[in-house]
């Protein structure tokens, strides 16, 4: 259960719907996979895309992440919530020229380079600003994430990175590239990855086209192995905090490197999810020819994960107690048949007036959200408040 009894008297008093953040649960989070990451002097920078919501950014700052950003904005919320520019990269299929000339002014660390042709450009924007920019490139290894076909990105028909077929032409544009400075490797394959089988063939590939580039006089001073570790949204309460020491250790085991070579990691979801809820307020309860519906204040506007991917979140009522239960098909209230959080969940009998919980919200919830029927913004709760 989310709440305690006595937070869940307190919780009543705030308008819904709105995501509710424990932060003593982040801090947590955060603390074991710094603590995990240093052991085995590993990199993590958070991946800003999951969540930047500021008082949870600031935290993951005060703990020492770096920061993994997709747009110039998200470059710029880095900075100006302190990481310094020497831990911010910026990755991303379409950068734009204004995005790589902010992120040039502010000296950033790298930029994960996703083709040849913006290898060019960052090179003649380089030479524009007078400076060198700090490059890592994205690889495509082919390695299947099995997860979700729309979170996976390091297929063949995927977008991201440099197909391996092009390594070659992408070696030679870095060498003749006066402004460009190749630091390393960059590979993602994707997102809520729980199999570490899935890593552990990462790490393959990673060897393989290190290699590669050694073995044709490169150095490569970062392996940047992306993000991708999944949580448990099944059960939320037995499971709150991902099994960081697990997933280090297959990089830990299966990368080869010396020494000088840095290994770095662009975690979002894993740090970020569990800490957050959307907690709403049923308006009403109706019974169709075949169903039971539990109509919330909250839709896919609010949290679009389950209409977009079919994604499973766990829902609970607030205050909820052994008596008998119903099986509802728990809805929002968009003109979209989409705007489902779940098909016949088990819930005790509700009624309006009712707070529900939807679970593991934290990652890809709020920074998904949209004013799609001119929905309000978004508010928020954080457990400091109750
Ligand atoms: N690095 C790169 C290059 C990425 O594309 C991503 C996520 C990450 C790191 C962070 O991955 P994570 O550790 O969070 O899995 N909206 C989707 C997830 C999209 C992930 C996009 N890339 C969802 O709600 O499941």
């Not at 100006?80 to 299929?93: E, L, Y």
Request: hydrophobic share 40%.
């Amino acid at each position: 259960m989310l709440f305690n009894k006595l937070q869940e008297e307190k919780i009543k008093d705030f308008e819904t719907p709105f995501y509710y953040y424990d932060l003593d649960l982040l801090h947590e989070t955060l603390s074991r996979a710094k603590r995990a990451a240093d052991q085995r002097n590993f990199h993590v920078h958070y991946a800003l895309k999951a969540n930047f919501n500021d008082r949870l950014l600031s935290e993951i700052q005060r703990q020492g992440f770096g920061a993994d950003c997709v747009s110039g904005n998200e470059v710029q919320k880095a900075i100006d919530t302190g990481f310094p520019a020497s831990q911010i990269t910026f990755a991303g299929v379409g950068k734009s020229d204004k995005e790589i000339r902010m992120a040039l002014a502010h000296g950033i660390f790298t930029f994960n380079v996703e083709s040849i042709q913006e290898m060019e450009v960052i090179n003649e924007l380089a030479v524009e600003a007078g400076v060198i920019a700090h490059v890592s490139l994205r690889i495509n290894p082919n390695v299947d994430a099995h997860t979700h076909h729309y979170i996976t990105t390091g297929l063949d028909e995927n977008k991201f990175g440099v197909p391996t077929s092009e390594l070659e032409q992408a070696a030679a544009v870095i060498r003749k590239s006066a402004n460009v400075e190749l630091m390393g490797l960059h590979f993602h394959v994707g997102s809520q990855i729980t199999d570490m089988n899935v890593f552990k063939s990462l790490c393959v590939k990673v060897n393989e086209w290190k290699n590669w580039f050694e073995e044709r006089g490169t150095t490569i001073r970062i392996l940047n192995v992306g993000g991708g570790l999944g949580v448990d949204y099944q059960q939320p309460d037995a499971n709150p905090i991902p099994d960081f020491e697990a997933y280090f250790d297959v990089f830990d085991k299966f990368l080869e490197r010396t020494p000088q070579q840095e290994v770095h990691f662009e975690l979002g979801r894993a740090l970020i999810a569990q800490c957050g809820s959307l907690v709403s307020k049923v308006l009403y309860t109706k019974s169709g020819v075949k169903k039971h519906f539990l109509v919330l204040d909250a839709g896919m506007t609010e949290l679009m994960r389950p209409a977009l991917y079919q994604a499973y979140h766990q829902i609970e009522r607030v205050g909820e107690d052994q008596q008998s239960k119903l099986n509802y098909d728990v809805v929002g209230p968009i003109c979209e048949s989409s705007d489902c959080f779940g098909k016949e969940v088990p819930l005790p009998e509700s009624k309006r007036g009712d707070l529900i919980a939807i679970r593991t919200a934290g990652a890809y919830g709020e920074v998904m959200a949209s004013r799609y029927n001119l929905r309000d913004e978004i508010r928020y709760v954080y457990n400091s408040d109750l």
